[in-house]
């Protein structure tokens, strides 16, 4: 193509831009990735391959979550029965000492 000097030539560029994200799941609860995986399901970003893959690791994050929950009562629970024999152990005491006292 030869162009003369002070000449316009109207010509059509193509650019094309390349996004990515990164997510880290584990901070994510299970109802959050259904959410995602939907949205991206519907924009067609995803394939049923890797929906069926991210559907699995939420169901695996909504088990982790249980667990963990399961786990957190639990710990409680200990931590309310141990006071409560710290308590009964005093008061036992307390009675063991008063039953001396009178004899």
């Known amino acids: 193509m030869n162009i003369k000097p002070k000449d316009a030539v109207l010509f059509t560029i193509k650019e094309q831009r390349e996004n990515s ?9 299970k109802k959050d990735i259904f959410k995602r995986v939907e949205f991206y399901t519907k924009q067609k970003f ?6 069926t893959q991210l559907k699995e690791i939420g169901e695996l994050i909504g088990k982790v ?39």
Not at 21 to 29: D, E, K
Not at 46 to 51: A, F, H, M, S, T
Request: aromatic share 10%; proline share 0%; no cysteine.
């Open 21 to 29: 994200s990164s997510y880290y799941l584990w901070n994510w609860t």
């Open 46 to 51: 995803i394939n049923e391959k890797l929906e």
């Open 65 to 103: 979550n249980d667990l963990q929950n399961k786990k957190e009562n639990l710990i409680n629970d200990r931590e309310q029965m141990e006071d409560e024999q710290h308590r009964i152990r005093e008061y036992i005491s307390v009675l063991g000492q008063s039953s001396q006292e009178n004899v």
